[in-house]
């Protein structure tokens, strides 16, 4: 199995200001994905994150607001660029074991308030 | 729009109970994904069922898939106050990248 930690667990942060969120794998892991939920909604997905390069996008979000750097097989940043309070949600990574497609894992969330 | 939907928001039941949770999915997929996410917590992956499978079991965990109608379902026996969580079914689009896509969710709240 795989454990996923984000940094930070919660913040807030003013209209306009930028954050960036960590999320550390315990072992190398070879697909990594950020997450959006918004309060009593469902996950959507952001991003895949790609090692060494440029992450791919899902309709919505793009790489000027949400930046992602993946420089190794078990780290990913995450940026939220120009915050606004419609950012307030709950950011997760997400991870696929190398070697063991069947399993997916989420790391504990942060969640973010954007005043 | 959401490529996969339970089609109930909240259930309620009381501990020792069954229950259902089912979904549908409007997309081919390799594989069908159910998910619990407890409050405050990430989601933790409960079954996955691939596309050739019909049932799956894990514990009193009890998934099933039906792929003509692009159903599934995640049954619940002797159900425990710890099973109260949002209740998620996800789609695998198995492109390689394993990118999954979730549904909105069933609230599931087991009472004493």
């Known amino acids: 199995s795989v454990l996923l930690y984000q940094k930070p667990n919660r913040d807030i942060c003013q209209s306009g200001t930028s954050l960036k969120i960590q999320c550390v794998a315990d072992?190398?892991?070879?697909?990594m994905f950020w997450y959006q939920q918004f309060q009593e909604q469902s996950l959507m997905l952001m991003a895949t994150a790609n090692e060494g390069s440029e992450a791919t996008y899902e309709s919505g979000f793009t790489k000027d607001k949400f930046p992602i750097s993946r420089p190794n097989l078990t780290f990913s940043t995450l940026t939220v660029n120009n915050a606004r309070p419609g950012d307030s949600s709950i950011y997760f990574c997400?991870?696929?074991?190398?070697?063991?497609?069947?399993?997916?894992?989420f790391g504990p969330g942060t969640r973010l308030l954007v005043l | 729009s959401q490529l996969a939907e339970e089609n109930l928001w909240a259930l309620s039941v009381h501990e020792g109970e069954s229950v259902t949770v089912n979904c549908s999915y409007k997309?081919?997929?390799?594989?069908l994904q159910w998910y619990r996410q407890k409050s405050g917590e990430g989601p933790a992956q409960l079954i996955l069922?691939?596309?050739?499978?019909r049932e799956k079991r894990n514990g009193r965990l009890r998934a099933t898939l039906d792929t003509s109608s692009q159903s599934s379902s995640l049954s619940i026996t002797a159900t425990r106050c710890e099973d109260t969580a949002v209740y998620f079914c996800?789609?695998?689009?198995?492109?390689?990248?394993?990118?999954?896509?979730f549904g909105s969710g069933t609230r599931l709240l087991v009472s004493p």
């Open positions: 997309t081919s997929i390799t594989a």
């Open positions: 996800a789609t695998d689009a198995g492109t390689g990248g394993y990118k999954v896509v």
């Open positions: 069922i691939r596309s050739n499978e």
């Open positions: 072992s190398q892991v070879v697909s």
């Open positions: 997400s991870s696929r074991e190398a070697g063991d497609q069947d399993t997916q894992y």
